[in-house]
């Protein structure tokens, strides 16, 4: 079965002139309005800043099989019922013939303040996935077979994010692969691990720099962890969905 990657390379390079060409808009008409003291917090709230890449993962569903699946983008019918809590909202979910085929997260994180905000995307990613993994064991995704279950990240390419961290632990040492380690290592490590405690199907992290709103570059740190094992493995997904009918 050939899996189609809908030219993945180029659409995630015209996804990251947008997401920087969206957050730099944004900042303009902050300044415009006077309110240019919020900062970063101006391209946070645009929103929107990752739809590049929900396109790209749309591709990719219509492309391996399903060209009529129910693709959900609107925030009120992203809802799916939870475990440890009653709903929570997802960023795309995939449905064909009323069966959960995909439940994507896209997310992303610009400096400076890169610490709290992966602590908290970790908390984040761990949980959401987790409480997906436990409703669908409980039934409650009806007789959908076990979902694609991805988390996308792209996190800014600059000193903030390259340089070593220091942590501290009093009582007991910190595992080895996180000593020392930038927070887009960390972003790495994650990924990997979530795949790797089956969490999710796939968990992607890619690193761009601001000036990339003219080229679109991107990198990857890990083949594992990489935007193109990401789309092959939704794509393979897809294409098992499609061959049950």
């Given at each position: ?51 590049g ?37 997802w ?36 949980g ?25 990240m ?49 968990a992607?992290?890619?690193?761009s ?18 935007l ?11 294409a ?6």
């Open positions: 079965m050939t899996i189609d990657l809908a030219d993945f390379d180029t659409k995630a390079r015209e996804a990251i002139k947008a997401f920087w060409g969206n957050r730099e808009a944004a900042r303009q008409r902050q300044i415009a309005q006077g309110k240019a003291d919020q900062g970063e917090r101006a391209g946070v709230t645009a929103g929107k800043n990752m739809d890449f929900v396109l790209l993962a749309q591709d990719i569903v219509r492309q391996n099989g399903l060209p009529h699946a129910d693709i959900f983008l609107k925030r009120r019918v992203l809802t799916l019922p939870g475990y440890f809590r009653p709903t929570k909202q960023d795309m979910l995939v449905m064909n013939q009323g069966r959960l085929v995909a439940a994507i997260e896209f997310k992303s994180q610009v400096g400076p303040s890169f610490g709290n905000n992966f602590n908290n995307r970790t908390e984040e990613a761990i959401t996935a987790l409480d997906l993994r436990t409703a669908f064991r409980e039934g409650a995704f009806g007789d959908s077979q076990a979902p694609f279950v991805g988390w996308l792209l996190v800014e390419d600059c000193e903030g994010s390259r340089s070593p961290v220091r942590d501290r632990s009093p009582h007991f040492p910190v595992f080895a692969d996180f000593q020392g380690s930038s927070y887009a290592d960390r972003y790495n490590i994650l990924c990997r691990k979530l795949v790797q405690e089956q969490l999710y199907t796939a992607s992290v890619i690193i720099s601001r000036s990339a709103v003219d080229t679109g570059a991107f990198a990857e740190l890990l083949p594992l962890t990489g193109r094992t990401f789309v092959a493995s939704l794509g393979g997904h897809v098992a969905e499609a061959a049950r009918g």
